[in-house]
């Protein structure tokens, strides 16, 4: 797993200078034997804002999965994000569609109980428990619910999403795979991430 700090900073930033970032970066990752010492390399692009590393990143990857908050603030820099990484396409030989297929959703820190879980729940998401009085077939009028279902429903029309999402409780940073297994939230997520990462 490569994560991102000064030293790849710096590595972003001295590639970006020699007009060929992408393949310069792909060549390294190519020297360096990580794709055939590993069955998977993770790029962790924390944070996803960072247009140089993440390009850099989904150069060299051949599935891309961008973990966001239930929130307004997050799905809405997803989506500026993801328009501004579609001028990219061309660069990766793929048409818009193709290269947005690489992509899956993840949402990540669900509070059970909030108009956020409502909001998660009307757009079918599974994982995370509804607020008191929610009902699924009764229109919403919680303004702040409604732009949210919106702003999720818009990067849904570009991206997939894992329908499971992660809940405020899942810990998967501090817990071994076997334990995350018996989680049956977290276990569906990462199903859908294995799904997604593996497919031809």
């Known amino acids: 797993m490569l994560v991102p700090g000064e030293e790849l900073e710096l590595v972003a930033d001295e590639l970006w200078r020699t007009g060929r970032p992408g393949p310069k970066f792909l060549e390294i990752m190519r020297n360096s034997g990580a794709y055939t010492l590993y069955d998977c390399v993770i790029f962790d692009s924390a944070p996803f804002f960072d247009t140089r590393y993440t390009v850099l990143s989904i150069y ?17 820099r997803t989506l500026r994000m993801l328009k501004r990484l579609m001028e990219y396409a061309g660069d ?63 990067l849904r029309k570009l991206i997939s999403f894992s329908d499971h999402v992660l809940p405020l409780k899942a810990e998967i940073s501090r817990l071994e795979m076997k334990d995350l297994a018996k989680d049956k939230e977290v276990n569906e997520v990462l199903n859908n991430i294995w799904i997604h990462a593996s497919r031809p």
């Open 60 to 76: 060299a990857s051949e599935r891309y999965v961008v973990v966001l908050r239930p929130s307004l603030v997050d799905s809405r």
């Open 92 to 154: 990766f030989g793929l048409s818009t569609a193709d290269y947005l297929a690489r992509f899956l959703g993840v949402i990540n820190l669900a509070r059970a109980g909030t108009r956020e879980a409502d909001a998660l729940l009307n757009l079918g998401f599974k994982g995370v428990s509804p607020s008191r009085g929610f009902n699924l077939h009764k229109p919403t009028r919680d303004e702040r619910r409604a732009n949210l279902e919106i702003s999720i429903d818009g």
